[in-house]
Nanobody, 119 residues
Framework: QVRLVESGGGLVQPGGSLRLSCAAS????????VGWYRQPPGKQRELVGA???????YYSDFAKGRFTISRDTGKNTVDLQMNSLKPDDTAVYYC?????????????WGQGTQVTVSS
């Protein structure tokens, strides 16, 4: 069982920046994938970006060039730095992780943190 706890959400003006942090209850070395999803109001949850065990990163088109995922293996945290925020970035942001045990993938989610981009 992996517990994920997000922090850092809030209200920010358009063009501003925000940093979200996700604390994992286990070493992130043991996680096959860590990343972030978001769910805008009235829409389905969508991928923001993720980082596989290899340490690489991939992002959805809307996040490229503006959002950055970073891993801190000492603190077992996965952060999402968001710059040049737009009102369309308003959403609940969720931390996500996967483990692979005996050929079975297990998926874990945080409780979510609200990000509101508004003037």
């Amino acid at each position: 069982q992996v517990r994920l706890v997000e922090s850092g959400g809030g209200l920010v003006q358009p063009g501003g920046s925000l940093r979200l942090s996700c604390a994992a209850s286990t070493s992130i070395f043991g996680l096959n994938v860590v990343g972030w999803y978001r769910q805008p109001p009235g829409k389905q949850r969508e991928l923001v970006g993720a980082s596989p065990r290899t340490g690489s990163r991939y992002y959805s088109d809307f996040a490229k060039g503006r959002f950055t995922i970073s891993r801190d293996t000492g603190k077992n945290t996965v952060d999402l730095q968001m710059n040049s925020l737009k009102p369309d970035d308003t959403a609940v942001y969720y931390c996500h992780a996967e483990t692979l045990v005996g050929g079975t993938t297990y998926t874990y989610w945080g409780q979510g943190t609200q990000v509101t981009v508004s003037s």
